[in-house]
């Protein structure tokens, strides 16, 4: 096999893998195993490692006479070119669909059919606030002159009721006295 194009012969099937060597294009190797995506290859110098599938390509490659690169490409079996359609067909299934004008026209109705119940929801949520004052309707305030009106009030009622308890108490007493 020959790289058709610069490569990174890699310790590891990875790209996170430590780099052993960049491998020019037009550098013939050997295949020594495949794992997914990656070969495991030997070079001309013994180095053993892992590169890109996708930059090797069958045959001896020579540059012509306008600077263009030309692959002269082995003969390929029948069994290769079937795996390879299957392997095409499969990436082929596992990708999505493309939208179509009616995919998009039924997204637009729902989208529609979304924003009038978000409307309707929201005209039920003001009806049902509070009947007669609506939510925006600042909370009455009490007068400046209500705070120390029930100050006073309270304290009027306090010494009062502890004057009358202070009666009782001294009754009491007197009472107990007597006896």
Do not use: C
């Not at 490692?49 to 600077?67: H, R």
């Not at 929801?121 to 007669?132: F, I, K, Y």
């Amino acid at each position: 096999m020959t790289l058709h194009s610069q490569a990174r012969l890699r310790d590891g099937p990875s790209a996170a893998s430590e780099l052993i060597a960049l491998l020019p294009a037009g550098t013939t190797v050997e295949i020594v195993g495949v794992s997914g995506e990656w070969s495991r290859v030997r070079t001309a110098g013994g180095r053993i490692g892992y590169v890109v599938s996708e930059n090797l390509s069958e045959g001896d490659e020579a540059a012509t006479s306008d600077g263009t690169r030309r692959v002269e490409v082995g003969t390929r079996g029948v069994a290769e070119d079937v795996r390879d359609l299957r392997d095409q067909l499969t990436a082929l299934g596992r990708r999505p669909e493309p939208a179509t004008a009616a995919d998009l026209k039924r997204l637009r109705v729902e989208m529609k059919r979304l924003a009038s119940a978000e409307r309707a929801l929201a005209r039920r949520l003001d009806d049902h606030v509070m009947p007669g004052a609506s939510p925006a309707d600042p909370l009455p305030e009490s007068g400046p002159g209500l705070g120390p009106a029930f100050l006073l009030v309270g304290l009027v009622a306090g010494w009062t009721a502890s004057r009358l308890f202070q009666r009782r108490r001294d009754r009491f007493q007197r009472s107990r006295l007597r006896l």
